[in-house]
């Protein structure tokens, strides 16, 4: 039986940054779980579950277009650090938890901190892997075909 649309499926997976790192994996996070056509996962990773058996392993890559969007300039800003929290623990490379305003609705959203100096931090508002191209090993560990979600496993 081969996974399609409206199946829910077990993976497991890692994922490879193009010069080889992993980013992210189901060794730490467990299989996943998720309903094909859901939306639960990135289209891109979807489409490339949809034909494959129970068993199968299966490598792919992911533009970054069809992944996590280019890199959007209009998302890097520039603050007075002293605006900031903990101003004199500023580092690049840290991920700082901010307070944003949208639509009359608060978010919480998270922005690297790029660059500090004596007066300003730069702050990247893009998600960490955009303009990244993505590739994955996966394998597909089960399949629940649709309308079958009452029996187990």
């Not at 494959?52 to 520039?78: C, D, N, W, Y």
């Amino acid at each position: 039986m081969k996974a399609k649309i409206g199946d829910q499926v077990t993976i497991i997976y890692d994922g490879f940054l193009e010069n080889g790192e992993i980013f992210e994996s189901s060794e730490t996070s467990g299989p996943l779980e998720f309903k094909i056509g859901s939306g639960f996962v990135m289209a891109g990773f979807e489409n490339n579950i949809i034909g494959m058996q129970a068993g199968e392993i299966k490598s792919f890559k992911i533009p970054a277009i069809e992944a996590h969007g280019p890199t959007r300039p209009e998302l890097i800003h520039i603050f007075d650090r002293f605006l900031l929290p903990n101003p004199k623990k500023l580092k690049p490379g840290m991920i700082l938890g901010m307070e944003m305003e949208k639509d009359g609705r608060k978010h919480k959203i998270p922005a690297m901190v790029t660059a500090i100096d004596a007066k300003t931090a730069t702050l990247d508002f893009n998600h960490p892997l955009a303009g990244k191209d993505l590739t994955y090993k996966v394998t597909l560990q089960a399949i629940q075909p649709s309308g079958d979600l009452s029996k187990g496993g």
